[in-house]
């Protein structure tokens, strides 16, 4: 009887626990490969969104800023009415102080010499801004001195360019600084006829400015819903971080009680703003405006011609990231000063400086400081990236003023 052969199974074959270990080994160096490539890229990302944040939102609030500072001046264009102090009631009642007219108004005061809007953030400026928006002609409509009242108006010219509940405003003189003391109504008007305007609330003078209706149109009184009407007042401060506005026709922006926290007063317009700063720039030689001489500076001037002087505002703006960062990515500057007249370089590396500026003709020195503070060396500021950018913007409508501002009518000038 044949038996058959019995066959044994063939051994089972596999990875060995050396080979498993080994194969472990480079999963585990793979792996902290990718985690350190991944860690990098992404710290590479945070520094790009971090400036970029940075970027786009000093560009935007610049541009905005810029904006409205060169429509500052239109329908004021006068040196009859430059430097008096004005008054109006705003849709949360009369005003309490009397800023002066003006274009633009670097950290502004009163008709009185008070402090006009309370500060800001620390090493930050406080910018106000007027302008109207009237049809009439800019140097204003002649009054005629016989026939009119304090509240009646008859004009030489035109009453056309005229119309119920425009904003006005009459200079009591022609030549600079002949408003004297007089706190300067600004009105509204009540009816128009072929040579009369009749004000709200009258007040004697020689030649009246339209600063135009405003979105409210021929409303008696602005209210909450259709606050604007007339010109354009608006003052601008950081406060917390956060660059707001205030409209001077709406609230009391010079109120105390105003400020910081009351977003219904002040209006946010940017966060992660660490500081506005803002210089004159000055036609300071003889001649005006012939270009020879010029005074940079935060002096407010003092009379009509110092306003006319002023033809541009050096601003400058500086924001940061909108993220932390874990490291400490900027340093203190402190003993360094970048130009006013150079483009200031991207901060977005570990070893960026936190900006200062030093405007050519300012002290160099002493210069102007932009927050953070740098003095202070606790470190919570430097987590945080910093983009500065800066406009030389001119006073377009001060230009109107040569014709006014030659002798005899102005010897100050």
Same mark, same amino acid.
């Given at each position: ?37 991944? %860690?990098?890229?992404? &710290?590479?990302?945070?520094? @790009?969104?971090?400036?970029?944040? =940075?970027? /786009?939102? !000093?560009?935007?609030? +610049? ?97 056309? %360019?005229?119309?119920? &509940?425009?904003?006005?405003? @009459?200079?009591?003189?022609?030549? =600079?600084? /002949?408003? !004297?003391?007089?706190? +300067? ?229």
């Amino acid at each position: 009887m044949l038996q058959r052969k019995r066959t044994l199974p063939s051994r089972m074959t596999g990875f060995g626990m050396v080979e498993i270990l080994v194969g472990l080994v480079i999963g585990m160096l793979a792996s902290m490969a990718v985690l350190q490539l991944f %860690t990098y890229s992404e &710290g590479r990302n945070r520094t @790009a969104s971090g400036s970029a944040d =940075a970027q /786009s939102t !000093g560009a935007i609030t +610049l541009y905005q800023l810029q904006t409205n500072i060169q429509r500052a001046g239109f329908g004021l264009s006068s040196v009859a009415l430059f430097n008096c102090g004005a008054t109006w009631t705003a849709v949360s009642g009369a005003i309490s102080k009397n800023p002066r007219l003006a274009p633009v108004s670097v950290n502004p005061t009163a008709a009185d010499g008070s402090v006009l809007i309370s500060p800001g953030d620390a090493n930050t400026d406080v910018i106000m801004l007027m302008y109207g928006n009237g049809n009439s002609m800019p140097q204003g409509s002649e009054i005629d001195p016989l026939s009119s009242t304090s509240t009646l108006y008859t004009l030489l010219s035109t009453t056309s %360019t005229f119309a119920l &509940g425009d904003r006005i405003i @009459a200079a009591t003189g022609n030549t =600079a600084d /002949s408003c !004297g003391t007089n706190i +300067l109504p600004i009105s509204r008007v009540n009816t128009v006829t072929a040579t009369n305007v009749t004000p709200e609330v009258g007040s004697s003078g020689l030649t009246l400015f339209n600063l135009g209706p405003g979105t409210n149109g021929p409303n008696a009184n602005p209210t909450a819903t259709m606050p604007t009407n007339g010109p354009t007042i608006l003052v601008y401060a950081v406060r917390g971080g956060v660059l707001t506005v205030c409209d001077f026709n709406i609230n009391d922006c010079s109120l105390a009680g105003s400020s910081l926290s009351n977003q219904a007063v002040w209006v946010p317009l940017a966060g992660n703003v660490v500081s506005m700063r803002a210089v004159y720039w000055k036609d300071n030689s003889g001649a005006l405006w012939d270009g020879s001489t010029t005074a940079n500076d935060q002096t407010q001037p003092s009379n009509a011609c110092a306003w006319a002087r002023v033809w541009a505002l050096n601003v400058m703006l500086v924001t940061r990231s909108d993220e932390r960062a874990k490291d400490i990515v900027t340093r203190s500057a402190t003993g360094t000063v970048v130009s006013g007249n150079a483009t200031l370089a991207a901060m977005a590396t570990a070893s960026a400086l936190a900006p200062t500026w030093s405007d050519p003709t300012l002290d160099a020195a002493a210069p102007v400081v932009l927050g953070p503070d740098t003095n202070d060396d606790t470190p919570e500021w430097r987590h945080y990236r910093y983009k500065a950018f800066r406009a030389l913007v001119p006073i377009r409508n001060t230009t109107w003023l040569v014709p006014q501002l030659q002798p005899p009518n102005t010897p100050l000038c």
